[in-house]
């Protein structure tokens, strides 16, 4: 059995439950600290936008509108701002996603090394389309804009560990890697 | 050390020698020269210039790359060619590419005839496209109650996230998604909600923004269309009329630097939605034993005026009439002696542009109180209780909120109206007259503004203007001759009131003209 990457592992706490109710982030002391520490260090409130949208996605595992309206209203921003901020990146999960969230590039470096049919058979071996969560909540596969790994294309980010190198063929591969044990039926 | 603020540049544009003030865009400079640049993002209104819609681009001598006009200040003894042969080809790709995932289903679209990616599309003359694959279909949302959004027509010029951010000062648009995914939407359970939303359909170069109002209602070129005044409020924004078999189909603002700029609100748009209303008074009537009879013009006012009793009474003229009608109505109370006279002003909640602080839908909801005013008219909240015998006219007031025996037992009530309500049905003589929409005049706005409006509608029936009524009314009574034309009308009118004195109905231009409002208190200070 292979030895598993712990940052694979479906640890972080959205990871646990599948549909655990959205929280509040700015209620408790560990939210408003992560504010007034991003606040700290932009000119602007504004600034705080993306490490904020990424702490929202880091507790509750994806932005709910929820979570975007809150965000807006503490940085004097409006909702719909957030939105456009929020759904101009692949990295922000605008609904739920599997205990594995796997981003698969496809911009052009990938894209020359067959990132489209890996992207492809990720769906396939998993049993999903683009973007929803498979039927036993383990996965859910997208599409990524580029991951800044382009020496070693085809690049797939799985939670918050990359696999590198991956081909169409070697799919199966990387999903073995996720979890010990058999694969399920 | 203070710039002299009009030092003046000169620069050739295709070989054309303009000459603009320091400081002026290339696209602006070329427009004094009578050439329109292509563009798209660019909107004289909007503040904002993302130049990112890349259709402006221009060949500047001396510079390696095509530059965007809309931003690209004009320098002295500039050569800019907008036509070379790099420009076009330039343009030709930016439609290429904006047709890529473009349905191209110009014939149930609201905008074909009036479509910017239409037009230059034409005129690039590339017809066919060189795209095989399949088109990206992104389908289409509604964004308010009354706009729907076409995302495979919208080009993303960003025009009306820009409106809404810059001009209303509500980001309450956006562009959502990235890429050729992107669309233009609000937030989720959000939809557009501001009083001036109905001007991201107009800026919209395209059919992707559609007003519900308007959708397929008409081709472009199926409406007549007329300069107008909106009669929503007593702020006077211009506007155009779009009318197709005598149906006021769409209304869009008009601009006007000392009123409304490129815009207007939800307000008067809803407003002019009642314009199509029916059940017009379309013949006049007089009483005859008892009973309301139809009757032509001549016998109506030869009766009238041989009726027409001498001595005080009650009148009433409504703020939706024309400074020409509110004059005429003066002078025939003048003539047979009732002093004082009341209108009705209906009251609402104002909403401000935030980028133009001469917009305001005012609380005023009428559009000529000032002319009311200016001829001796006050505000009246409700009317006087009419006494038995009494001798009550009303000119333009549609009554239709009183009682249905108002003036029942009136001595003699005549009605001048576009509508016969229960109230007006009581009168012993009703004139059918038109709305503004029918006829050709003026109103005066909050400020003094005296503005032209032009007809847009056929009448019903023989409605005729308010003021031809009245004049030849007066002169049956033996008092000034017929008038016939609306300039007639205005310049009578202008001799009556040393407010209008001096005016010359030439000289009211599409800016219209200030007039001297002392005499008059102002609408909206009581």
């Known amino acids: 059995m292979k030895k598993v990457h712990p940052a694979v592992v479906g640890a972080q706490p959205f990871q646990l439950a599948e549909h655990r109710p959205v929280e509040r982030l700015f209620e408790d002391a560990e939210g408003r600290d992560r504010l007034e520490k991003s606040l700290s260090r932009y000119p602007e409130k504004k600034g705080a936008l993306l490490p904020m949208l990424a ?14 309206e809150e965000i807006a209203e503490a940085l004097d921003l409006t909702p719909a701002y957030v939105r456009s901020v929020a759904t101009f990146y692949t990295m922000y999960a605008k609904r739920p996603v599997g205990r594995y969230w796997i981003q698969v590039c496809t911009c052009i ?14 769906l396939e ?61 | 050390m203070s710039e002299p603020a009009s030092e003046t540049i000169r620069l050739t544009i295709d070989g054309v020698e303009v000459a603009v003030p320091k400081g002026t865009t290339v696209l602006k400079a070329a427009e004094t020269a009578g050439i329109v640049v292509p563009h798209y993002c660019y909107h004289p209104g909007i503040p904002t210039r993302p130049a990112q819609c890349r259709m402006c681009l221009v060949e500047i001598e001396g510079q390696p790359k095509l530059q965007p006009s809309c931003v690209m200040t004009a320098g002295d003894g500039m050569n800019v060619v907008t ?26 679209c609201d905008a074909a005839g009036q479509c910017m990616l239409q037009d230059y599309a034409y005129e690039t003359g590339q017809l066919e496209s060189r795209f095989q694959e399949a088109k990206l279909v992104l389908g289409r949302d509604r964004i308010a109650d009354d706009i729907l959004y076409f995302a495979d027509r919208c ?28 669309y233009i939407d609000t937030f989720p359970g959000k939809d557009l909600d501001n009083e001036f939303r109905g001007n991201i359909v107009d800026v919209c170069p395209v059919g992707a923004l559609v007003h519900e109002d308007f959708l397929f209602k008409a081709r472009a070129w199926d409406m007549d269309s007329a300069p107008g005044v909106c009669p929503g409020c007593s702020n006077g924004c211009n506007i155009e009329i779009g009318a197709k078999e005598n149906q006021v189909v769409r209304i869009k603002p008009r601009y006007n630097a000392e009123v409304n700029s490129y815009w207007m609100c939800d307000y008067g748009r809803k407003h002019l939605v009642m314009a199509n209303r029916g059940a017009r008074i379309d013949l006049p009537l007089i009483r005859r034993n008892g009973e309301l009879e139809a009757v032509h013009w001549g016998e109506a ?33 003048a003539r047979i002696g009732i002093s004082g006279g009341g209108y009705r002003l209906a009251r609402g909640d104002e909403a401000q542009l935030a980028g133009f602080p001469k917009l305001k839908l005012r609380a005023e ?24 015998g009494a001798t009550v006219i009303v000119a333009g007031d549609r009554l239709d909120d009183l009682p249905a025996d108002f003036a029942g037992d009136a001595g003699f009530f005549a009605y001048l109206g576009s509508h016969l309500s229960e109230a007006a049905r009581n009168a012993d003589v009703i004139l059918p007259i038109t709305t503004f929409l029918e006829m050709e005049g003026t109103f005066i706005n909050h400020e003094g503004r005296l503005q032209r409006f032009r007809q847009a509608l ?20 033996g008092d000034g001759a017929d008038v016939l034309e609306a300039e007639a009308a205005f310049e009578r009118a202008a001799t009556e009131t040393p407010g209008l004195a001096g005016i010359a109905w030439s000289a009211i231009g599409p800016k219209g003209v200030l007039v001297r409002t002392d005499g008059a208190a102002a609408p909206s200070a009581r």
């Open chain 2, 83 to 108: 036509q070379s042969e790099a420009a076009r080809e330039a343009r030709r790709s930016v439609i290429e590419f904006l047709l890529l995932n473009h349905p191209v289903d110009c014939p149930i």
């Open chain 2, 301 to 333: 006012l030869t009766w009238l005026s041989e009726r027409m009793p001498e001595g005080d009474g009650v009148a009433v003229v409504s703020p939706f009439e024309s400074t020409e009608s509110i004059a005429a109505f003066r002078a025939l109370l």
């Open chain 1, 125 to 185: 071996h998993t049993g999903t389309r683009a973007g929803e969560v498979s039927e036993d909540g383990r996965y859910t596969v997208i599409e990524a804009e580029c991951l800044g790994a382009c020496g070693f294309a085809t690049v797939v980010q799985v939670n918050d560990r990359y696999f590198e190198n991956v081909t169409p063929e070697t799919v199966p591969e990387v999903l073995a890697q996720l979890e010990p044990g058999e694969p399920e039926a």
């Open chain 2, 365 to 388: 909801r009428a559009p000529n109180a000032t002319a009311a005013e200016l001829f001796g008219f006050r505000e009246v909240e409700s009317l006087p209780s009419i006494a038995a």
């Open chain 2, 155 to 182: 080009i993303l010029c960003t025009r009306c996230v820009r409106f809404m951010r810059d001009v209303a000062g509500d980001e309450a648009l956006i562009v959502a998604q990235r890429g050729h995914k992107a």
């Open chain 1, 109 to 122: 470096s990938c894209h020359v090394n067959r990132g489209e049919e890996v992207f492809e058979s990720f």
């Open chain 1, 55 to 68: 702490y929202a996605q880091e507790r509750n595992g994806w932005l709910s509108p929820e979570a975007m």
């Open chain 2, 458 to 477: 056929v009448p019903p029936g023989v409605a005729r203007p308010a003021w031809m009524v009245i004049r030849r009314l007066l002169s049956l009574l």
